[in-house]
């Protein structure tokens, strides 16, 4: 009987991980100081995810009221956490257009673009102001410093870069890196996939 315990025991099946899926959209509606930046937060206290297996951005941007918004001039990141827990972060934008050999980059006054490392292209290489992209993820190459060639290889910071353990807070920082445009964030959202142990299952979306 005892060795029969002990079989039992090590085939004993692990916890099913279930999957789940977290929607959240924070409507800002805020200016972008010319040559400054602003930041929103979203929190989410309880998901119910333990690891982070997916996310998407939705990302919402438009000219301010007796501006025009100039997406070339635009720098975006996304993080999760805080610097004491270990933050990650991804780049969504980074001076889209803008190169060595063109200072101003893509002249889009507006932006609703979903963004989605799943995406065939690349932010930078966007040829509209809808759709669905991959983000710009140029986490090295420096938005206030010497203009350079676009490279995927420099491609370091996708979404991906956000995979991982749980972390309840989650910054969007839009700055804006060039004087004479102002931008308007009006709204981002996360999308969010990750696994929970099976005390979780049945919470397919929160």
Do not use: C
């Not at 206030?144 to 972390?167: E, F, H, K, M, P």
């Amino acid at each position: 009987l005892a060795v029969g315990l002990l079989i039992l025991g090590l085939v004993a099946p692990r916890p099913v991980e279930a999957q789940i899926h977290v929607t959240r959209t924070n409507s800002v509606n805020q200016n972008i100081p010319d040559q400054g930046q602003y930041v929103s937060t979203i929190a989410i206290a309880d998901a119910g995810i333990a690891v982070i297996q997916d996310v998407n951005i939705g990302l919402n941007l438009s000219s301010a009221s007796g501006s025009t918004m100039r997406l070339g001039q635009l720098y975006s990141t996304v993080t999760v956490g805080t610097a004491s827990e270990g933050s990650r972060t991804a780049v969504l934008l980074n001076r889209e257009g803008v190169s060595n050999s063109n200072a101003f980059g893509s002249s889009l006054s507006s932006l609703h673009v979903t963004l989605d490392d799943s995406a065939a292209t690349n932010i930078y290489n966007l040829s509209g102001s809808t759709g669905t992209y991959a983000a710009d993820g140029r986490l090295g190459v420096n938005p206030y410093g010497t203009r350079v060639a676009y490279s995927s290889g420099d491609i370091t910071a996708g979404l991906s870069a956000l995979n991982g353990d749980w972390r309840n807070t989650w910054s969007l920082l839009v700055a804006d890196v060039q004087k004479g445009n102002t931008a308007r964030l009006d709204s981002w959202s996360l999308d969010i996939t990750g696994t929970a142990a099976s005390s979780e299952i049945g919470r397919a979306h929160v």
